[in-house]
């Protein structure tokens, strides 16, 4: 398995203002994903986050909002730009098993209330 | 969108087996079921996952048809902590990402 932390665990914010998440991996991982879950919802995959390479965007998420930095095979960042309520989610970070790509594993997630 | 259909929710009582079932009758040959779970805003929990033969872990048991276009999801002896949502996903691959694609999901509640 693979131990996924994240930073930080939640946080308060005001419109118009960034938030960056970290997320480390307890060991090196080709891919990377973040996801958010609105309130109530279920999980919507953001983008994935590949070492090396642009990170790929699911349709209606752009880079300029949710940009991603990916400096190694162990962490990740999301920035989530120029909030506005509606932002408010919980961020999760998750990445598959080193070496065999079958299991996928979750971060225990970041909360964030956009004011 | 998901490929898997899930009732919306479901009650089991405590010491009972849980038989959650899930649909996915798109299946493709080369595409796995798995099964996660998230207890109240924590990171989804990974369950099991299968192919075409039954499984069997620690958590659960993972039956799926023959023809593969449904699956149930087994929790021998559901206790209070097993109450949560229960996400069935066809694991989708596109453009090398191996992506998961999360559906509504079932809420299961545990009586005692």
């Known amino acids: 398995s693979a131990v996924i932390s994240q930073k930080p665990s939640r946080d308060i914010c005001q419109r118009g203002t960034s938030l960056t998440i970290q997320c480390q991996v307890d060991s090196q991982v080709t891919m990377m994903f973040w996801y958010r879950q609105q309130p109530g919802q279920s999980l919507t995959l953001i983008a994935t986050?590949?070492?090396?390479?642009?990170?790929?965007?699911e349709s209606g998420f752009v880079i300029d909002k949710f940009p991603i930095s990916r400096p190694n095979l162990t962490f990740s960042t999301l920035t989530v730009s120029n909030m506005s309520p509606e932002d408010s989610s919980i961020y999760l970070c998750?990445?598959?098993?080193?070496?065999?790509?079958?299991?996928?594993?979750f971060g225990p997630g970041t909360r964030l209330l956009v004011l | 969108d998901a490929k898997t259909t899930q009732p919306t929710s479901m009650d089991c009582a405590e010491g009972r087996a849980a038989n959650l079932p899930c649909n996915h009758s798109t299946i493709s040959g080369n595409e796995y079921v798995y099964w996660y779970r998230q207890i109240h805003s924590q990171g989804p929990q990974y369950i099991i996952h299968g192919l075409k033969n039954n499984e069997t872990n620690e958590m659960a048991s993972l039956i799926i048809t023959e023809d593969r276009k449904s699956s149930t999801l087994i929790l021998p002896h559901a206790t209070l902590r097993d109450t949560a949502v229960y996400y069935c996903i066809v694991r989708v691959a596109g453009g090398g990402s191996e992506k998961l694609v999360f559906g509504k999901g079932m809420k299961l509640t545990v009586n005692p």
């Open positions: 986050a590949n070492q090396g390479s642009e990170a790929t965007y």
């Open positions: 998750s990445t598959w098993t080193s070496g065999r790509q079958e299991t996928q594993y």
